[in-house]
């Protein structure tokens, strides 16, 4: 009687651990999306002739992002944002999965702001007021400006204009995005999740009016 019980015992437990082998391994923890980390009022961008809060539910579809440090009063960084700038005008349309956004690093919101009027830029662009307190913005820097980096959906680096601590220009980061999206281009879903995102993003501007920055500092 003995024997049969633990016989039993041992058949139930190959049949339990069979059963697990037959499923496979546990599957692991999804990675979080690198726009999960972008919070509403993060981001700003021009929108007509007014600074205004970028709808940061834009970007959470997009699987390529090139993060630019630059600070207006930089020589360097005014030879590179005209160039960027007219990229990123040509290729955003055709590549909704690939978005741009610029990390400042000028001495104040007004320099800022006249930068990103002068230079007309239209990619997103971290609020002042978290230029230095963003933590996942702020962790791609190197060691000096301008600075770029190329990284995906989940944040991982795939290209960036330091090596080794050796400043290699921010030209190396925009082969590799050309590279990037040509290799990558932009899915059916791609387009489908970008016209939804702005069909939601229009119907909240329409109704809630959208207060620029311009404004805020005229009424005070």
Request: proline share 6%.
């Amino acid at each position: 009687m003995k024997i049969f019980r633990v016989f039993a015992v041992l058949l139930l437990v190959l049949t339990v651990r069979n059963a697990g082998a037959a499923l496979g391994p546990s599957p692991t923890p999804a990675e979080p999306l690198f726009s999960a980390s972008i919070r509403q009022g993060d981001l700003v961008s021009l929108q007509g002739k007014s600074i205004r809060r970028f709808d940061e539910s834009s970007i959470a579809h997009v699987r390529f992002f090139a993060i630019l440090y630059s600070d207006s009063a930089n020589a360097a960084c005014k030879g590179v944002l005209p160039g960027l700038v007219d990229y990123y005008n040509e290729t955003k349309p055709g590549n909704p999965h690939f978005e741009l956004i610029m990390v400042p690093r000028d001495a104040s919101q007004v320099l800022m702001d006249a930068a990103i009027k002068k230079f007309q830029i239209k990619f997103p662009v971290l609020a002042f007021s978290k230029t230095r307190s963003h933590k996942t913005l702020n962790k791609f820097v190197g060691p000096g400006i301008p600075c770029m980096v190329l990284i995906d959906a989940h944040g991982k680096v795939l290209s960036n204009c330091y090596k080794d601590g050796k400043f290699l220009g921010t030209s190396v980061v925009l082969d590799d995005i050309k590279k990037t999206l040509k290799e990558n281009p932009a899915t059916p879903e791609d387009v489908a999740a970008a016209n939804a995102a702005a069909k939601k993003s229009e119907a909240g501007s329409s109704t809630s009016g959208g207060s620029s920055f311009d404004d805020l500092f005229k009424k005070r």
